[in-house]
């Protein structure tokens, strides 16, 4: 699958390489949109997040041949999968059993790994107990898609506390996520713009401090 720019795509001017779905509103939380990520690579292109919205935007994604993998970042993503554009599909173990209702799922995985030198797969329980957040090195950046992990709420930072979370976990992933090196966040969900967000070490620091700090008195996130 050969990644190429479209009207929709909005981000390529600034973070070479990465192309974004169309928009598609997620029908339970109105006002928050999703969109799906292409990551055009030497070594094969991947596609991380479902929406389908890609099923519209198959001009984006016209070379079925290339693409070598989808990453979903949790079960919640299965329902928003494309009936067009399906290349072998990877996500947590913890998450098979819900995935694999809506699409064969190639293969699972557990631990923190590394896929060639410039994408790393970082498990991130909390939301989800198999949510994974993933770090793409590209020239110019360091790209993080933490899922619903983090999400965009009008620019700012938040987390998204479910029934089923485990808070602790969820802390535990954000102490970690905090850590890491990256200057550009994209989250799955977006509410208004930007629905990407580039950021520094003490800002990213900040903010996710300020959920952490959120999370631990109780509150949603």
Do not use: C
Request: hydrophobic residues 40%; charged residues 30%; glycine residues 8%.
């Amino acid at each position: 699958m050969t990644l190429r720019k479209t009207a929709n795509e909005q981000m390529d001017s600034e973070i070479a390489g990465l192309y974004a779905s169309a928009p598609e509103p997620l029908g339970f939380a109105p006002g928050l949109d999703v969109r799906a990520f292409g990551l055009r690579r030497d070594r094969g292109d991947l596609l991380i997040y479902s929406a389908r919205g890609l099923d519209a935007d198959a001009r984006m994604f016209e070379d079925l041949g290339g693409v070598s993998r989808q990453y979903l970042n949790h079960r919640h993503e299965a329902a928003f999968l494309s009936d067009r554009v399906s290349p072998p599909l990877f996500v947590h173990e913890d998450e098979r059993r819900w995935v694999a209702k809506h699409r064969h799922i190639k293969a699972t995985f557990t631990d923190r790994h590394e896929l060639d030198e410039d994408f790393e797969v970082i498990p991130t329980p909390g939301h989800t107990s198999g949510a994974t957040a993933f770090l793409w090195e590209t020239d110019d950046h360091r790209v993080l898609f933490t899922g619903d992990t983090i999400i965009l709420d009008e620019g700012e930072w938040r987390a998204v506390v479910l029934d089923q979370s485990d808070r602790d976990l969820y802390v535990e992933s954000l102490e970690l996520i905090r850590e890491l090196d990256f200057d550009v966040l994209v989250p799955w969900v977006a509410r208004g713009l930007p629905y990407y967000k580039v950021t520094d070490e003490a800002d990213a620091r900040r903010r996710i401090g300020a959920i952490i700090a959120r999370l631990r008195r109780g509150e949603g996130g």
